[in-house]
Structures are given as structure tokens and as C-alpha cells.
């Protein structure tokens, strides 16, 4: 009986150490739970914030895109009306074959201006951006590009009727 008592009493102690353990370990797993839940919301910040960085760098890009084109189409522009103002000023005393050269220079500037701005446009259009800024200075822009069109077409008749 001694012994049946003592191998009672050996095991209720390593069941209350058990229990001690479990508890421990419990407390463990309940800080480690805790721990990996805040970890989990920081990195979420964390990619909330690398988020944001990429919109800001895409719309960056976008503006770097946009002060391209209207470095070019101005730079094309220019030009354009350069050549314009040289064919009329010079054009008593051109042969044909200048005059076509200024027609040619002349509309190899004003078309890329053209196709860029009407791309803009249809992109813009299509993707449903109604007010974005940049389509509205696209639209202004169209005013000179339609101009150099028209003036060179009225010179052109003119020209053909007065050489009749």
C-alpha cells in the first residue's frame, strides 16, 4: 500500500508538473501568436506604404511622359512655323523643287505633332479620363496643329490659282 501510495503521489506530481508545463507553454504560443500578429500588421503597413511609393513613382513617370511630348511638340511646332515663315517669305524666288522640299520638312514636322496629340487624345478618351488636365491642353494644342494644316492648304490653292 506504501508503494501504491507513493507511485499516487510520483504521479500526481508529474501531472501537476505536466499541467505547470502546458501552462507555460500556453503562455508561450499565446506570446508568440500575439507577436506574429503584430508582425503581420506592420508588414501590412509596410506594403500600404511601398503601395503608395509606386503610385507616386507611377505618376511621376507619367508626368516625365507628358513633359516630353510637350517639349517636342513645341520644339516640332516651332520649326514648323520657321519653315512656314521661310516658304513665304522666300517663295517669288523658289524653284519647285525647294518649294516641295519646304512642303516636305514642313509636314514632317506637323504630322508626329499630330499623331502624338491625337494618341494622347484617344488614350485618354478610352480609359475614361474626362478630367485630366493634360487632355485639355491636348485639345488647345490641336488649335495650332489644325492651323498649319489649313495654312498651308489655302497657300497651296492660292498658289494654284495664281499660277492659272
Given at each position: 500500500m506504501i508503494i501504491f501510495v507513493a507511485l499516487?503521489?510520483?504521479m500526481l506530481t508529474t501531472l501537476d508538473l505536466d499541467q505547470q508545463t502546458w501552462g507555460q507553454q500556453s503562455n508561450d504560443i499565446s506570446r508568440i501568436q500575439d507577436s506574429l500578429d503584430n508582425m503581420s500588421s506592420q508588414l501590412g503597413e509596410e506594403a500600404d506604404t511601398l503601395k503608395m511609393i509606386g503610385d507616386q513613382f507611377a505618376d511621376l513617370k507619367q508626368g516625365q511622359i507628358v513633359t516630353v511630348y510637350l517639349f517636342v511638340i513645341a520644339f516640332l511646332m516651332g520649326l514648323a512655323f520657321v519653315i512656314f515663315g521661310?516658304?513665304?517669305?522666300?517663295?517669288q524666288r523658289l524653284s519647285?523643287?525647294?518649294?516641295?522640299?519646304?512642303?516636305?520638312?514642313?509636314?514632317?514636322l506637323v504630322i508626329p505633332v499630330t499623331a502624338i496629340l491625337l494618341r494622347y487624345i484617344t488614350n485618354s478618351l478610352l480609359s475614361s479620363e474626362f478630367n485630366d488636365l493634360i487632355l485639355t491642353?491636348?485639345?488647345?494644342?490641336?488649335?495650332?496643329v489644325l492651323t498649319s494644316y489649313v495654312l498651308m492648304i489655302v497657300k497651296y490653292r492660292h498658289e494654284a490659282v495664281r499660277s492659272k
Open positions: 499516487l503521489l510520483s521661310l516658304y513665304i517669305g522666300q517663295e519647285p523643287f525647294t518649294k516641295r522640299l519646304y512642303l516636305v520638312a514642313f509636314f514632317a491642353i491636348a485639345f488647345i494644342l490641336l488649335i495650332p
